[in-house]
């Protein structure tokens, strides 16, 4: 077919230096003269930040397990390979490598070049009782790579960054068949010259991969419609202990319950994907944003329901608490924002946004004054602040700061009380444990026409040395306050091991049973991703 290739491109540009130790980029990093000037601002900080260690200073643990000959190009028990594959990127990850806790390090990293190689260690790992945690980029913020199991001879991090490209386009039926390890940004390279993208843009994009995604469920760059990766899949291809599983690929199917469905949000417990078929779209041309400015934000919640059961469908509608304006920059005078932002790749969408501003000015908005289609300087500022606030969060943790998130989603109905919930509940555990007020802040990620999924914001001064475990206990309190008022544990961020209360409660017995049945059937072994989803000595 002409529309048709599998010719393979050339592999993508390297990402930036990566921080072994934090977010993203090590260039992006805060000095130590930004980290003291961002904590002036919280009442209680430290006056001196962190230093980060250097990998030869720390005290990696010992590798109890050999690498096989005949797989040993494959592995590395290099130092600053064991290092980095250690943690995720949470607050308390980032706080216990501050402190050159490497306790939970893995003994070994693999490296896979193909699929071939992925059977071959997984082969090895189960006849030697060596752990596998599937590793795309690093960027879980739930314990998701972290191995706390303790019951096997060894743990081998499986890192696929080295099965990353696009193998095959269908530009007919707009879809591509695209390795699991493939970053955001080199995927979407490789779509471009076909002028086709994938369009799915979480927080993490530069620095998390496609089989990630997958993996964990990830909402993406849409706030309404299709929000999760679930909506883009058209097939999986995955690797188990028991054999390779191969969907079929088609637009829809109604034969029995789907095969893709158990391994999406499975989390590497019960295999691992390797490439998947992917739905794709024609690149926008057409864009145009605003910004709306609330006094109450009630009446702001209200404007984003009726936009979310309009059925038009805005690619972007992030509504900001005052809280949170505020931290992002893009409120001054107290009040709630809301973005909003329309695209197409086929004609013109001002007036679709003109229609989304009607609305929310029917609930007291303002629209601010900049022209919607130029983008707009609250705009602006709330996307460089979204992308800029995790390095921000590195820098309070360096300054003893406790800064962290949570999110979830609710029906409309609920939202109001689970908001008031948090604050006052979550605020409540935040003042018994640090013995100060904290700063508690909310936005909307993503809305449906049934609820709205909230992301809050927890920022407290800690005390040295207790970071974590004051953390822990906070975490505790806001999974609790979630499950008393009918929320997620959550949304997109997966549950990975520090979820696992919220989540064990969450989930239906009969379908835990089913999924230990799975477990057990796919991973005789009990080697895949142990303590994720499933506690390792019951499954």
């Known amino acids: 077919m002409a529309d048709r290739t599998s010719s393979l491109p050339p592999r993508p540009d390297s990402s930036p230096a990566r921080s072994w130790w934090g977010w993203g980029a090590l260039d992006q990093a805060l000095s130590d003269a930004e980290c003291a000037s961002l904590a002036a601002l919280v009442p209680g900080a430290a006056g001196t930040p962190l230093p980060v260690p250097s990998i030869a200073s720390l005290d990696l643990p010992r590798v109890r397990v050999g690498a096989p ?165 058209e097939s999986l291809r995955v690797v188990t202990p028991s054999g390779v599983s191969q969907s079929l690929r088609v637009p829809g199917s109604g034969a029995g319950p789907s095969p893709d469905r158990l391994f999406l949000g499975s989390e590497g417990t019960l295999g691992i994907i390797t490439e998947a078929w992917m739905r794709l779209q024609d690149r926008p041309a057409h864009r145009a944003s605003a910004s709306v400015v609330f006094e109450r934000f009630p009446d702001a919640v209200e404007a984003v329901r009726t936009i979310a059961q309009s059925g038009l469908h805005p690619a972007n509608c992030r509504l900001l608490d005052p809280g949170e304006a505020a931290l992002s920059g893009v409120a001054a005078g107290g009040g709630s924002v809301l973005v909003l ?44 602040a979204f992308l800029r606030m995790p390095y921000l969060r590195d820098g309070l943790a360096r300054m003893g700061v406790i800064s962290e998130t949570f999110e979830t989603a609710c029906t409309w109905d609920r939202f109001p009380e689970l908001y008031e ?51 822990d206990e906070i975490k505790a309190a806001a999974m609790e306050t979630l499950g008393e008022h009918g929320a997620t544990v959550t949304h997109h961020h997966a549950v990975g091991r520090d979820h696992r209360p919220g989540y064990d409660r969450q989930r239906p017995e009969p379908f835990a049973l089913a999924l230990r049945a799975a477990k057990r059937a796919l991973d005789p072994a009990g080697i895949l991703n142990p303590g994720v989803l499933f506690d390792a000595a019951t499954t």
């Open 69 to 233: 000959a005949p797989l040993a190009h494959l592995l590395s028990s290099a130092p600053a390979d064991r290092a980095s594959h250690t943690y995720g990127k949470a607050f308390r990850d980032v706080v216990r490598a501050l402190y050159g806790d490497m306790a939970a390090a893995p003994d070994l990293v693999g490296f896979p070049r193909d699929e071939r190689d992925v059977v071959d260690l997984l082969d090895w790992a189960a006849g030697a009782d060596v752990a596998v945690v599937p590793y795309g980029a690093g960027s879980s913020v739930v314990g998701g790579v972290e191995y706390r199991a303790g019951v096997h001879s060894g743990v081998l991090s499986l890192d696929l960054s080295g099965l990353d490209r696009v193998l095959e386009t269908d530009r007919v039926s707009r879809a591509a068949r695209i390795q699991a390890g493939a970053l955001g940004p080199g995927l979407e390279s490789q779509l471009r010259p076909h002028g086709l993208t994938l369009r799915h843009f979480p927080q993490s994009f530069a620095f998390s991969t496609l089989g990630g995604w997958l993996a964990t469920r990830a909402g993406g760059h849409y706030a309404t419609l299709h929000t999760h990766i679930d909506d883009l899949v």
């Open 341 to 384: 932002g329309v695209e197409s790749a086929h004609g013109p969408v001002e007036s679709r946004l003109a229609e989304l501003v009607a609305l929310a000015r029917d609930h007291g908005g303002s629209p601010a004054e900049e022209p919607p289609a130029a983008g707009g300087s609250a705009v602006g500022a709330w996307r460089s």
């Open 421 to 471: 919930a948090v604050h006052r509940d979550v605020g409540a555990a935040v003042q018994k444990v640090t013995g100060a007020s904290a700063l508690v802040n909310c936005r909307f990620t993503h809305v449906y026409p049934d609820g709205p999924a909230p992301y809050f914001t927890v920022i407290a001064p800690g005390r040295r040395g207790s970071e974590v475990a004051m953390w």
